[in-house]
């Protein structure tokens, strides 16, 4: 039983940090994929130098 209610507890929470955090969680991952992109370009830049 008391693992039944630890679902539904886990269950409401992981939904209530999904609405509030789900627009946080995209600009981070979108902030993340761009510092990657820069960090290729100068990855590249640097080898392209002799």
Do not use: N, T
């Amino acid at each position: 039983m008391s693992y039944v209610w630890h679902y539904l507890l886990s269950r409401l929470l992981y939904d209530e940090l999904i609405r509030r955090g789900g627009a946080v969680a995209v600009l981070l991952f979108v902030l993340g994929l761009a510092l990657v992109a820069v960090w290729l370009r100068r990855r590249r830049a640097s080898r392209r130098r002799p």
